[in-house]
């Protein structure tokens, strides 16, 4: 089995940081693409950052500028710094991961619990 945990979930004013992070355990033979999401209540989940093995990220243009996604690929772990946080980045962000498991060939998505962010104005 494969195990996502985010932490670093918090409420701050406009204009604050915050740093996600996300540790993956498990039975991992290697993991690919990492990605943080985000839902906030009566939107669908939208992909804000990504990361792939090799370290080429990609980010939702909202987030552009403020937000930085990095990883740790002995540690199997991945962050998202967020800076100039604004009110409408208020929502859970749940970390994701395209993961290979020990025995096999082919890679399955996980997912984390999800993790609250409250930006106050």
């Known amino acids: 089995q494969v195990q996502l945990v985010e932490s670093g979930g918090h409420s701050v004013q406009a204009g604050g940081s915050l740093r996600l992070s996300c540790a993956a355990s498990?039975?991992?033979?290697?993991?690919?693409?990492m990605r943080w999401y985000r839902q906030a209540p009566g939107n669908q989940r939208e992909l804000v950052a990504a990361?792939?093995?090799?370290?080429?990220?990609s980010y939702t243009d909202s987030v552009k500028g403020r937000f930085a996604i990095s990883r740790d690929n002995a540690k199997n772990t991945v962050h998202l710094q967020m800076n100039s946080l604004k009110p409408e980045d208020t929502a859970v962000y749940y970390c994701?991961?395209?993961?290979?498991?020990?025995?096999?060939?082919?890679?399955?998505?996980?997912w984390g619990q999800g993790t609250q962010v409250t930006v106050s104005s």
């Open positions: 994701n991961a395209e993961v290979r498991r020990y025995f096999t060939t082919w890679y399955d998505d996980y």
């Open positions: 498990g039975s991992i033979f290697d993991i690919n693409s």
């Open positions: 990361i792939a093995k090799g370290g080429s990220t």
